[in-house]
């Protein structure tokens, strides 16, 4: 079965880094578009960041362009989200996904792992 296992969330000040790393099995990895959606508290999930299936083009959400970068390892069947430039609204458990486009459209497919939390405060 589809088994997604997010990692690397913690507590980090504003302007800091972090690295989430999501292992993913169950399912032909580098079939499928990947992507990342976060939930705040009190809030519905968004798409951050996803990424075509052969990493060849990404897309970002307006809140994160320029501070987020996904990327993915299909040898290792893991995606990536690095964030920098932290901000206290990017407070949120984070979610890799697996998905498709159509066109520029990211459709995500009913798969979620547990999720990180990411924490900026200082």
């Known amino acids: 079965q589809v088994q997604l296992v997010e990692s690397g969330g913690g507590l980090v000040q504003p302007g800091g880094s972090v690295r989430l790393s999501c292992a993913a099995s169950?399912?032909?990895?580098?079939?499928?578009?990947m992507s990342w959606y976060r939930q705040a508290p009190g809030k519905g999930r968004e798409l951050v960041a996803a990424?075509?299936?052969?990493?060849?083009?990404?897309s970002y959400a307006d809140s994160v362009k320029g501070r987020f970068t996904i990327s993915r390892d299909n040898a290792e069947n893991t995606v990536y989200l690095q964030m920098n430039s932290l901000k206290p609204e990017d407070t949120a458990v984070y979610y890799c996904?697996?998905?498709?486009?159509?066109?520029?459209?990211?459709?995500?497919?009913?798969?979620w792992g547990k999720g990180t939390l990411v924490t900026v405060s200082s």
């Open positions: 996904n697996p998905g498709a486009y159509s066109g520029s459209m990211y459709f995500a497919m009913d798969y």
């Open positions: 990424i075509t299936s052969t990493g060849g083009a990404t």
């Open positions: 169950g399912f032909t990895f580098s079939s499928y578009a």
